[in-house]
């Protein structure tokens, strides 16, 4: 079961670096779309999110911080809806783009900086 969680970390952090890389990639430039990495990497960061607290839940672990998943929980599915309800549009305005940048690293803070046992 370790060896799951770990694969499924694994995962959920590279679905993070895509979508935060997808962000990124678009700083200097003046007008921001949802592009492949942010769609991909939002959809796999919260789909293995998902997993790795199923995992969590089932293993021979302490169980998950239901407190700080909530929290992940309702800001990757803040960013999965923008991502997604955004995906088509020839381009998004600059303060949609900072509200996802910002939302990204605020996520990627509560999972570093909260500290639980595993996630």
Not at 58 to 70: H, I, L, M, R
Not at 73 to 90: D, H, Q, S, T
Request: proline residues 3%.
């Amino acid at each position: 079961m370790e060896t799951v969680r770990l694969i499924l970390l694994f995962v959920h952090i590279l679905g993070f670096a895509a979508l935060f890389g997808g962000l990124l990639v678009q700083a200097r430039l003046p007008e921001k779309v949802v592009n492949a990495a942010m769609r991909d990497g939002s959809g796999t960061a919260f789909v293995a999110g998902l997993a790795l607290v199923g995992v969590l839940e089932a293993g021979d672990f302490d169980g998950p911080s239901y407190a700080k998943v909530t929290v992940k929980l309702v800001i990757g599915l803040v960013i999965l809806a923008l991502v997604m309800a955004n995906v088509r549009k020839e381009r998004i305005p600059q303060g949609l783009w900072a509200l996802l940048l910002a939302l990204t690293v605020i996520n990627i803070g509560v999972a570093v900086f909260w500290s639980s046992a595993h996630v």
